[in-house]
T-cell receptor
């Protein structure tokens, strides 16, 4: 199994509060991704990183920001959580020279 | 963006049956990946395909990269109860850079 952990695994928060999800890898892979998974929408890319301090937007980036200050950590922040951001969030990693992405176990976020 | 049409959306299996599912697109793809997701977990990579016409096996699973580069097939032989889950195809579209396009998934369930 790829060495990817996500924290927390479950979180319930209130509308308007900030939330930060963490993805940690031990594989030293260059690329890291944040997806959300919702019924009827499959996996949708939020943001990704192609190196330390290098990030780019995905198809559903509004309301989310990311940061990568170290190779092993990729943080996803919801500045002011909304109910529409209730979802399961997955982190994935990819090494240089391949398109194969390996996923973490996910974080279930509920915004009340 | 590019779309992948995955079919069937769901199917029931009986132990011992062979299962087939596919992904199609109106655009060509450079790479096809097949993932399986169990409830409450992240997707797990099953098979990666890199060349048109390529046929690759992983145990009872066999996947093929279509000759036209617009489709891919996944077959499961002699299904067992633990094959139940959601199977996703994903493709890397030329020009999409570091991003994958995901199909909507095929949900495999056990016949009552």
């Amino acid at each position: 199994d790829a060495g990817i952990t996500q924290s927390p695994r479950h979180k319930v928060t209130e509308t308007g509060t900030p939330v930060t999800l963490r993805c940690h890898q031990t594989e030293n892979h260059r690329y890291m991704y944040w997806y959300r998974q919702d019924p009827g929408h499959g996996l949708r890319l939020i943001h990704y990183s192609y190196g330390v301090k290098d990030t780019d937007k995905g198809e559903v980036s509004d309301g989310y920001s990311v940061s990568r200050s170290k190779t092993e950590d990729f943080l996803l922040t919801l500045e002011s959580a909304t109910s529409s951001q209730t979802s399961v969030y997955f982190c994935a990693i990819r090494d240089l020279g391949t398109y194969e992405q390996y996923f973490g176990p996910g974080t279930r976020l509920t915004v009340t | 963006g590019q779309q992948l049409n995955q079919s069937p959306q769901s199917m029931f299996i009986q132990e011992g049956e062979d299962v087939s599912m596919n992904c199609t697109s109106s655009s060509i793809f450079n790479t096809w990946l097949w993932y399986k997701q169990d409830p409450g977990e992240g997707p797990v990579l099953l098979i990666a395909l890199y060349k048109a016409g390529e046929l690759t096996s992983n145990g009872r699973l066999t996947a093929q990269f279509g000759i036209t580069r617009k489709d891919s097939f996944l077959n499961i032989s002699a299904s067992i109860p633990s094959d139940v889950g959601i199977y996703f195809c994903a493709g890397q579209f030329p020009g999409a850079g570091n991003m994958l396009t995901f199909g909507g998934g095929t949900r495999l369930m056990v016949k009552p």
